[in-house]
T-cell receptor
């Protein structure tokens, strides 16, 4: 069974440009999460999809970030326009269910975004 | 608000020595607790989790952790370190963020080095 995959693995863009990150969850996982780790800080929650619906987007930093999940399958996270403080590693995770938060979240390898 | 504290951003142990990585949490309700490990250039992998039941939890690769409610701790241990244990370790708790959504709240991570 394939794990969570993310593309690209690395992205270097200039301030003001647009970048789109993609996540393919484990097949059959309705729950998809995005997290971000800024250098030296904790991994922080961005948002949670259940199928194609945004269940919780309370962690999204501002309206320069737009997440979508087409047909409840893969998800994209677009940053437009990118700022220097957006640099970090973006992780995607998926889980089969919720059950009060006890289900394991399976993480992808992350996308390292560098904004110069 | 829930938080997770990992004592020591870097821990070094000799090969064969005891590994002890500390994690304390704050939570107003009984939490679900997780330890994840990240090997270089890989995603986060679940080592073990505590949901309910036995407070001593065994995980993969010989790791275990004990949930101590009175101390609000969930320290990770391994009796004998192996070179392959060198990685970054993250303690996390589940946070209910409302509207049927659960997110992981992470500590800052502890990098473990194993000295031959």
């Amino acid at each position: 069974e394939a794990g969570v995959t993310q593309f690209p693995s690395h992205s270097v863009i200039e301030k003001g440009q647009t970048v789109t990150l993609r996540c393919d969850p484990i097949s059959g996982h309705d729950n998809l999460y995005w997290y971000r780790r800024v250098m030296g800080k904790e991994i922080k929650f961005l948002l949670h999809f259940v199928k194609e619906s945004k269940q919780d987007e309370s962690g999204m930093p501002n309206n320069r970030f737009l997440a979508e999940r087409t047909g409840g399958t893969y998800s994209t996270l677009k940053v437009q326009p990118a700022e220097l403080e957006d640099s970090g590693v973006y992780f995607c995770a998926s889980s089969q269910g919720l059950l009060g938060g006890s289900y394991e979240q399976y993480f992808g390898p992350g996308t390292r975004l560098t904004v110069t | 608000a829930q938080s997770v504290t990992q004592l020591g951003s870097h821990v070094s142990v000799s090969e064969g020595a005891l590994v002890l990585l500390r994690c304390n949490y704050s939570s107003s309700v009984p939490p679900y607790l997780f330890w994840y490990v990240q090997y270089p250039n890989q995603g986060l992998q679940l080592l073990l989790k505590y949901t309910t039941g036995a407070t001593l939890v065994k995980g993969i690769n010989g790791f275990e952790a004990e949930f101590k409610k009175s101390e609000t701790s969930f320290h990770l241990t391994k009796p004998s370190a192996h070179m392959s244990d060198a990685a970054e370790y993250f303690c996390a708790v589940t946070l209910y963020s409302g509207a049927g959504s659960y997110q992981l709240t992470f500590g800052k991570g502890t990098k473990l080095s194993v000295i031959p």
